[in-house]
């Protein structure tokens, strides 16, 4: 007599991988990633620190974007482990939250950091001559602080809820379903928002831009380039994460098993591109402030490259424009436009 079958429910998501061969491969980019990211990352800190002294030159917001890079690119080889164990997220409950939330930490103070530099933009080149509030913000070290401090209480719940859980999973309560909820509005949230910003402060400045006389479009040039250079960071490395995301969560939602493997690898796949965040970041910096870009030329290109580069300006232009003035006594005054910050 043959035993009767019983349908067993769907599971919590057990953090299993589905293909292996992909994590593997997946581990291979991101042992890549820290190879890379580790020593950028600590030459550029070290610029910031012993050559730049950023807090003396207003650029303590590239520092903290340099801070959450390294954290970053610190978590990665505990990912990579994981992949290589078959497991898509740590075993370890409390390991596998405290990744999360450094994950989730890092990339919204990166996110954060490299929104306010553009609206500092913004504002120095749209509404020049206006009182410019993050330009106060950008000087404060204390702001900065605060900062961080308010950003921890937007993660915390990926520190209370199950590590591979999410909606659309089997025997959900309501509290769980809220605290999931409540993970993934801020998880589009701060990629969705920002870009939407992004996109508006870039269109504003290129209008601008074209607007302006000859004799000004050098310091509005690097303000388009620096602004689309966070957009293309954003665009390369956050938002076809949150489509996939958004995708595996539909996928959940309707129960597709079949697809779900194949949407979980493709997302796990998204999340790791995105983690070329903190290899990106250094060509905003450049972009962002042409004294760190003296600096860390100066010190780790070599010779042969070091006049090119420091000539170079990224296509921004370098030529000096003199515009001519004329003082209370009649005199002409030849005064210089540069793009240097």
Same mark, same amino acid.
């Given at each position: 007599m ?21 994590? /593997?491969?997946? #581990?291979?980019?991101? !042992?890549? &990633? =820290?190879? $890379?990211? *580790?020593p950028?990352?600590? %030459? ?46 740590? /075993?370890?409950? #409390?390991?596998?939250? !405290?990744? &999360? =939330?450094? $994950?989730? *930490?890092?990339?919204?103070? %990166? ?46 719940? /990926? ?40 996109v508006?402060?870039?269109?504003r ?37 949150a ?20 949407v979980?690898q ?15 970041d ?15 030329i ?44």
């Amino acid at each position: 007599m043959s035993q009767p079958s019983f349908t067993t429910p769907m599971p919590l998501d057990n953090c299993t991988t589905p293909n292996q061969e992909v994590y /593997t491969a997946l #581990a291979s980019v991101m !042992i890549g &990633q =820290f190879a $890379l990211g *580790l020593p950028l990352n600590l %030459s550029v800190l070290y610029i910031f620190i012993f050559r730049y002294k950023f807090w003396k030159n207003k650029s303590i917001f590239l520092f903290n974007i340099v801070v959450a890079d390294f954290l970053l690119v610190a978590c990665l080889p505990v990912q990579a482990h994981h992949y290589l164990q078959g497991y898509r997220r740590s /075993t370890n409950q #409390a390991e596998c939250k !405290i990744m &999360q =939330f450094m $994950l989730f *930490l890092n990339r919204g103070a %990166s996110i954060f950091f490299l929104i306010t530099l553009s609206l500092d933009r913004y504002f120095n080149v749209v509404h020049l001559g206006k009182r410019n509030c993050v330009k106060f913000m950008k000087k404060s070290p204390q702001i900065s602080v605060v900062i961080w401090l308010l950003l921890l209480p937007l993660f915390i719940p /990926t520190m209370v809820i199950d590590c591979c859980n999410s909606h659309g999973r089997y025997n959900e309560t309501f509290n769980s379903n809220l605290k999931d909820t409540f993970r993934e509005i801020v998880f589009f949230t701060e990629i969705i928002v920002p870009f939407l910003i992004l996109v508006f402060c870039t269109v504003r400045i290129v209008h601008r831009l074209k607007r302006k006389t000859v004799g000004d479009k050098t310091k509005l040039r690097r303000a388009v380039f620096v602004v689309m250079s966070v957009v293309f960071v954003f665009s390369f490395c956050f938002l076809p994460c949150a489509i996939a995301r958004a995708a595996l969560l539909v996928v959940r939602i309707n129960n597709e098993l079949k697809t779900e493997d194949v949407v979980v690898q493709v997302y796990d796949s998204l999340v790791v591109l995105s983690y070329f965040d903190c290899l990106l970041d250094p060509v905003v910096y450049c972009f962002c402030n042409t004294g760190f870009k003296k600096a860390y030329i100066s010190k780790f290109c070599p010779p042969f490259l070091k006049e090119k580069l420091l000539n170079a300006d990224f296509g921004m232009g370098t030529t000096t424009v003199t515009t001519t003035t004329t003082n209370s006594a009649g005199r002409i005054i030849s005064t210089p436009l540069t793009g240097s910050k």
